[in-house]
């Protein structure tokens, strides 16, 4: 079977999960940030692009899942590296995050609070994903 193939299903599979779960990107991270970045632009050009970029942004990390599977199609269409960041957008976690959480969990002894941010199913979809980018080449 084709490599890009099985990181399609993966992805499928991961995004499903994701959207059962209710996991989604890190949508706050992405408004707040381009929200100051659009207020300190005074270009009217510039705003406008910041916005679209930031809605975009936004869009992509609230649809979560669906972001993973779209992504898994681009790297199956050879839309590789356009495929990683939109898998990226729509997890919002990646290895770093994925660590991060659970050092700060294991840091306050609230290890089970970090599980049940994301449920078993959505923790499962996070770690699909990672495999499914990881994968891509």
Known sequence: ??????????????GILLVIAG????VGVYGAVLS????????TTIRAVLEWIALTLVLL?????FSVILGGYLIYKSR???????ISIGVGVGIPGLLLAVFAGIATQSLSSVIAQHGIIGWTGIALSIVA???AE
Not at 23 to 26: A, I, K, Q, Y
């Open 133 to 135: 980018r990881s994968l």
């Open 23 to 26: 996991t989604t990107g890190s």
């Open 36 to 43: 100051m970045l659009i207020q300190s632009s005074q270009e």
């Open 80 to 86: 590789v590296k356009l495929g990683k960041l939109i």
């Open 61 to 65: 990390a609230s649809l979560g899942g």
């Open 1 to 14: 079977m084709k490599k890009n193939f099985k990181i399609l299903l993966l992805s499928f599979l991961s």
